[in-house]
Structure formats: C-alpha cells, structure tokens
C-alpha cells in the first residue's frame, strides 16, 4: 500500500511561523519528509499525531556535525533542497523520544535567534536590491514617457513597477518588525541569563 | 583570600556526572532527566554546544564510536572541575542555610 503524501506550497521568511505551520501537520498526523527550495513541503501520513519538528539555525561549516549529533539524539534530518546553502536545518522526531526544545539554554537560544536574524536580513537585502531597482527603473520610465510620445504601454510598464517598489518597500518594513522581534527575545534572553544563569 | 573556583553552568554539571561512565549523547539527556527527575532536559542542540565546549577544554574526551554513536568518558580534568564545584555549591548551601536559619 503506497503512502498518502501532500504537498503545501508556502512562503515563510519568519522561522517561527514556519515552525508553527509544520507542527500544526504534525499534530493532524502529517509527518514532514522533505522541504524543496524552501516552499514546497511534503509530508506522509502517519498512524498518529507522534512527531515533532525542530528548525535550527547553524553555522555552514558546523550543520553537518549538529546533524549528526542530533541522529544519535533520536532526530530525522528532513532533507531539504538548499542543504549546504542555508544555515538552516530540520529535525524531526517522536515525541517520546526528543525534546520540543532543540536548545533548552538561554545562550543557545541566543545564538539561535541571532542566526534566525541573519537569515531574515538575507531576504531583506534581496528585496532592498529588487526596490532600488524598480525605484530606478520607475525614474528611467518616467523620464522616457516624459520626453517621447506617450502611449498606453508605457503607463502599464510604470503601474507594475510601482507596484512591485511597494510590494519591496512593504516586505522591508515587515522584515524589520520581524528581526525587532526577534531582537526583543535576545534581549529578554540576555536579561534572564544575568540573574540565572 | 580563596582560591578562584569557575562555577559550572548546571547543564554542564549534570553532564560531567553522566560521563562517569562511557555514554552518548542520547544516553546523557536521558540521565539528566533522570537525575533531575525530568526538571532538567537537556535540549540536542544544547548538548552539542556543552560537549563540544567540554571536548575543547580536555574536561571529557571520546571513549569509542561505534555506528557513528560517539560515547564519552570525563577525563582527570573534568574530575577535578566536579569536585571543584561541588565544593562550591556546599559553601553556597551551608552559607545559605546559616543566613537563612535553614537546618545545617
């Protein structure tokens, strides 16, 4: 009998909600199997809602060592098209037999939300480039229209790149309300751990 | 003046008593829930850090790696910094208990 698979089509810059989404699956009884270019996530259904997924964030050179630790930990990596690329990482495992935590101290999750950080300011400055350069190319257009003869091809050109100068401007805007986020857990991280740890 | 003792965070404590004998790393968070009767559990990611942190220092060293299942085991090092930080925490205690007029 072959396996009931489905496959989600998302788009996450927040690792949290990301996160969020697969567990949600995991808890209708949908086991995460693969994740490809970072939109296409495939799950199997399982006999029961027993997993549960970690999303770590590592350095390069280090993600294949934590990897293998966390084999030995009882975790599944979930293999996902930009291994090697991202600093991100996936895990999964059964409830019975992992932590829901992947780091459980206040300096891990430090540097976790540090490298969360990283990763959102990478998605912040492809969306700087692609508003610099609609920005530019909205100037030369105008620029066009205002010393040829106008026609209604032009004017289109010049509502889409506008468009997409917002849509860029926007997604910046919100990028940055994420990594204040996350700025805000350091923080609170930072606070905790001069008093207990 | 005392000697200057480096206190041990308590993850690190717990794991230096769970390598008194060879383990891995599963091995390790599952004596630590133990110990703590499951108040402290050691996240994968947590535990990577500490034993790679641990490893650096000469406090632990690999004892075997069989299937790509590392054991390890505390060296003489890691040994003394236990004592060390149990000496520690009793002075912590006894100081506590007279100011606070807690049994000795």
């Keep these: 009998m072959s396996k009931q698979t489905v496959t989600k089509f998302k788009i996450f810059v927040d690792l949290d909600k990301e996160i969020n989404f697969i567990n949600s699956m995991n808890k209708k009884g949908w086991k995460l199997v693969s994740v490809t270019l970072g939109c296409l996530y495939q799950f199997v259904k399982t006999e029961s809602c027993e997993y549960v997924t970690v999303l770590h964030a590592e350095k390069v050179d280090k993600i294949k ?110 990028l940055s309300r994420i990594i204040k986020r996350y700025n805000n857990k350091i923080k609170k991280l930072e606070e905790s751990l001069h008093i207990y740890e | 003046m005392g000697v200057k003792i480096q206190p041990l965070t308590e993850a690190v404590y717990y794991i230096l008593l769970s390598v008194k004998q060879p383990l891995h790393g599963y091995g390790i968070m599952q004596n630590v829930s133990k110990l703590t009767n499951g108040r402290l559990n050691l996240g994968a990611g947590t535990l990577y850090g500490a034993i790679s942190n641990l490893l650096s220092k000469g406090l632990i060293s690999e004892y075997s790696n069989n299937n790509s299942k590392k054991e390890y085991i505390i060296t003489e090092s890691g040994t003394t910094a236990l004592n060390n930080e149990l000496e520690r925490l009793e002075e912590l205690v006894n100081n506590g208990k007279q100011i606070l007029g807690g049994k000795q």
């Excluded at chain 1, 300011?121 to 010393?147: E, P, Q």
């Excluded at chain 1, 004017?155 to 917002?166: K, N, R």
């Design chain 1, 65 to 174: 060592e934590v990897a293998d630790f966390a084999k030995q930990c009882g975790y599944e990596i979930v293999p996902h098209k930009l291994d090697g690329i991202t600093e991100i990482i996936y895990l999964t495992g059964k409830k019975s037999e992992v932590t829901e935590e992947f780091v459980s101290d206040s300096r891990s999750k430090i540097r976790l939300n540090q490298c969360k950080i990283h990763s959102v300011r990478g998605a912040m400055i492809l969306f700087l480039l692609s508003g610099i350069g609609c920005v530019f190319c909205t100037v030369k257009m105008l620029d066009y229209v205002l010393n040829t003869n106008f026609f209604s091809g032009d004017t289109v050109m010049m509502i889409f790149l506008f468009i997409a100068t917002m849509v860029d401007f926007i997604m910046i805007f919100k």
